[in-house]
């Protein structure tokens, strides 16, 4: 069965609101989760590192203003776009990483759409 | 991060074995390899990892070149299912972060 779920699994806004995606890990605790964005035919692009009880590591040209993320259990981390605009519009994916695993598990992605 | 350079597409009959390269000549001692497998849209999938020495398990073998320049994934009996972009990665030893390239598209004909 699914390890990640996220929720929503689909969400359309307009330009200027904010839009809140979780990312929880089911029956297993993870120290860390990552984010991801996903344009369309492209490559998946790593936004920022979760961790759970501290501040999230983000990656060079992600703006940590913008993409607000908060790990405040061993179960969910969650991804919120302030003040989004069209050009936030994208799939987007966390990952768990399981504790003495060398895998990543995925969710299976939120596809965010600002009109 | 060290890189990976696949083929952009490749194609492949149904049930018959496919090998998917993966150039990494920048490799360092301590990356591991994996791969991850991507259906339309959905997130990324695990496949398979390895170091050095090849790896089997119930989705597909991996093969390592002796000097870790290049691997092959191995599909040993390709599905419908098995359409996907396959991800070949390089995963520092020590960080858990993934860098994804861009892959190679499989697709298989029926």
């Known amino acids: 069965g699914a390890v990640v779920s996220q929720h929503p699994s689909w969400v359309i806004c307009k330009s200027g609101t904010s839009v809140k995606i979780e990312c929880r890990s089911l029956d297993f605790q993870a120290t860390t989760m990552f984010w991801y964005r996903q344009f369309p035919k492209q490559s998946l692009m790593l936004m920022a590192t979760?961790?759970?009880?501290?501040?999230?590591?983000?990656e060079q040209g992600v703006e940590k203003d913008k993409f607000l993320i908060n790990h405040a259990s061993l179960t969910l981390s969650t991804l919120t776009v302030t003040s989004a605009h069209p050009e936030d519009s994208s799939f987007y994916i966390c990952?768990?990483?399981?504790?003495?695993?060398?895998?990543?598990?995925f969710g299976p992605g939120t596809r965010l759409l600002v009109l | 991060d060290a890189k990976t350079t696949q083929p952009n597409s490749m194609e492949s009959n149904e049930e018959e074995p496919v090998h998917l390269p993966c150039n990494h000549s920048?490799?360092?001692?301590?990356?591991?390899i994996h791969w991850y497998r991507q259906l339309p849209s959905q997130g990324p999938e695990y496949v398979i990892h390895?170091?050095?020495s090849n790896v089997n398990n119930r989705m597909a073998s991996l093969a390592i070149a002796e000097d870790r320049k290049s691997s092959t994934l191995i599909l040993h009996r390709a599905t419908l299912r098995d359409a996907a972009v396959y991800y070949c990665?390089?995963?520092?030893?020590?960080?858990?972060?993934?860098?994804f390239g861009k892959g190679t598209k499989l697709t298989v004909n029926p």
């Open positions: 990952s768990v990483v399981l504790r003495n695993q060398e895998t990543q598990y």
């Open positions: 390895g170091l050095t």
């Open positions: 990665i390089l995963r520092q030893g020590g960080s858990e972060k993934l860098v």
């Open positions: 979760s961790n759970e009880g501290s501040k999230a590591t983000y």
């Open positions: 920048t490799i360092s001692g301590t990356d591991y």
